[in-house]
């Protein structure tokens, strides 16, 4: 037991470590900033495998000698309290010896006084073995404390093996889904962000459509539900049922399970290049971080159009959007007012600037400008058309200079993260064994009784003692009144006074 705690210190230990550094499954990005901002600690910790905790050897070896020198504890305790279970409780030489102790004089007989302290201590619910050689008994109780704790221990083994076995196989990831539009649980068709078990065995090939997204805010701007309403699919694109997916209400579909972890705008865009359609379709926008003091709902949303080879002379092109889904908040902005809240959608317009030059990255995440020259810059609104040269609002029929950005409607977008995780079972069921280890273990104590009786004229002296393991002050209490009821089952009587001496006689008139 020593050893496991040493080694449940030990990954204690290395679990903070896990927590407070960045991790490689969790965020590459960030432990890559550690090591340039940190060159010499980077590298230590690399080389420790300190970025990657919970996936390192040591990491590992440290959890399968905590299951060995567990199970290499617990195996000899289970048995030998099987062996304690079929044994009947052990007699006692002499129990005046014990730390509770008692002399009762009584009526009956010692084999019946015997016989009534049986019944007595049965009905108190004590395990009762009786002496064949002698009038004497011996009993026990609080058998469940050590069960409760092996339970408990054995329970801790089954949610580490639960715990291995899910994140073993299993995985989990965050996909964006704009209303309208379809996903399938396929590799590529997540964030980057997904993070996969070592016995994982691939993915579903079902189908999640987002209908429409819902919200409701308190006037502070504090979300207070927001919904989305989905149909979840077949591999072959059928629907097999619709569902409402909430916080802490996720759906559940073929081993997956899908929970709503934010939401945010997507506006639709177009861009036409002399004539040509060149992108169209929504864009899934990030929020900015909000300042201290500025509610989050305030903040503009941000997001880019990479159009490689679109600008002039085959230059690329890179389009940077920010959206104001309430125009009224940077009407406020622009006033020198505080910012405002934006809980819904009033009359939404988007900030553009055009880029040309170079793109070094294609990702539509990011831009990196140093390779870019800005070139205009302009303002349109939802249902309207602007132009990309000078960045004037066209009217209808208008066409400008050929090359336009529309922005024609502003739909929202849901994010889910999207788990599987088989060993879920294992560690629910761990978890019941716990507390109901946990109970018998911390309200409950092993105490032991033994009672003779020895002959004592027409009736008999109930010799009773007592020991318990735990709880000592408590079982002293209950020492007492058993000792009361085994007396007045066996008919106490009045102990018998001593006959005066002669010298005694001769003084009394």
């Known amino acids: 037991m020593r050893t496991a705690l040493i080694l449940l210190l030990l990954i204690a230990v290395a679990s903070v470590a896990g927590s407070l550094l960045p991790q490689w499954p969790n965020s590459a990005?960030?432990?890559?900033?550690?090591?340039?901002?940190?060159?010499?600690?980077?590298?230590?910790?690399?080389?420790?495998?300190?970025?990657?905790?919970?996936?390192?050897?040591?990491?590992?070896?440290?959890?399968?000698?905590?299951?060995?020198s567990l199970v290499a504890c617990l195996v000899p305790r289970t048995r030998a309290l099987w062996r304690a279970l079929r044994t009947p409780p052990m007699q006692a030489r002499e129990i005046d010896a014990f730390p509770s102790y008692a002399e009762v004089?009584?009526?009956?007989?010692?084999?019946?006084?015997?016989?009534?302290?049986?019944?007595?201590?049965?009905?108190?619910?004590?395990r009762v073995a009786r002496d064949p050689s002698r009038p004497a008994l011996a009993g026990e109780k609080g058998v469940a404390r050590e069960i409760g704790s092996l339970v408990f221990h054995w329970a801790f083994i089954l949610l580490l093996?639960?715990?291995?076995?899910?994140k073993g196989t299993g995985f989990s990831g965050l996909i964006a889904v704009v209303e309208g539009q379809t996903w399938v649980d396929a590799e590529a068709?997540?964030?980057?962000?997904?993070?996969?078990?070592?016995?994982?065995?691939g993915f579903t090939g079902i189908g999640l459509h987002l209908r429409e997204f819902g919200s409701d805010f308190l006037r502070s701007g504090q979300p207070m539900d927001f919904?989305?309403?989905?149909?979840?699919?077949?591999?072959?694109?059928?629907?097999?049922?619709?569902?409402?997916?909430?916080?802490?209400?996720?759906?559940k579909l073929e081993g997956l399970w899908i929970y709503q972890s934010s939401f945010g705008w997507a506006p639709v865009i177009e861009v036409v290049d002399r004539g040509e359609v060149v992108s169209s379709g929504p864009v899934v926008m990030d929020r900015d971080a909000a300042p201290d003091g500025v509610v989050e709902f305030a903040m503009p949303w941000r997001g880019i159009v990479k159009l490689p080879g679109a600008g002039e002379g085959g230059r690329d092109r890179a389009i940077e959007l920010e959206l104001w889904p309430d125009s009224r908040g940077l009407a406020a902005l622009l006033e020198g007012g505080e910012p405002q809240a934006m809980l819904v959608a009033f009359d939404p317009l988007i900030r553009f600037t055009v880029w040309e030059g170079r793109l070094t990255d294609l990702a539509t995440s990011r831009l990196d400008t140093t390779s870019l020259r800005e070139v205009s810059s302009g303002i349109v609104g939802a249902g309207r058309t602007a132009d990309l040269v000078d960045g004037r609002a066209l009217a209808e029929g208008d066409r400008g200079s050929g090359s336009t950005i529309s922005f024609p409607e502003l739909r929202q977008y849901s994010v889910f993260l999207v788990?599987?995780?088989?060993?879920?079972?294992?560690?629910l069921a761990a978890a019941i064994l716990i507390?109901?280890?946990l109970l018998p273990a911390l309200y409950s104590s092993r105490r032991k009784i033994w009672v003779r009786a020895d002959p004592d004229g027409d009736g008999a002296v109930l010799r009773v003692g007592g020991l318990a393991m735990q709880r000592k002050p408590q079982f002293a209490e209950e020492f007492t009144r058993l000792v009361g009821d085994l007396a007045s089952a066996a008919g106490e009587r009045t102990p018998r006074q001593p006959e005066p001496d002669d010298r005694e006689k001769a003084r009394t008139p």
């Open 435 to 437: 507390l109901v280890g």
């Open 29 to 68: 990005q960030r432990v890559a900033q550690y090591r340039g901002d940190h060159p010499v600690w980077g590298s230590l910790f690399e080389r420790a495998g300190l970025f990657d905790v919970f996936g390192s050897w040591w990491f590992v070896l440290l959890t399968t000698l905590l299951f060995v």
């Open 189 to 201: 068709n997540y964030d980057g962000t997904i993070r996969s078990g070592r016995f994982f065995d």
């Open 419 to 427: 788990s599987r995780d088989a060993g879920v079972s294992l560690v």
């Open 161 to 166: 093996a639960g715990v291995i076995y899910g």
């Open 105 to 126: 004089p009584i009526a009956a007989a010692p084999g019946a006084a015997i016989e009534v302290a049986r019944r007595a201590l049965r009905r108190h619910r004590y």
């Open 227 to 251: 919904v989305s309403r989905v149909d979840l699919l077949d591999p072959s694109g059928s629907v097999i049922r619709s569902e409402d997916i909430r916080v802490n209400s996720p759906a």
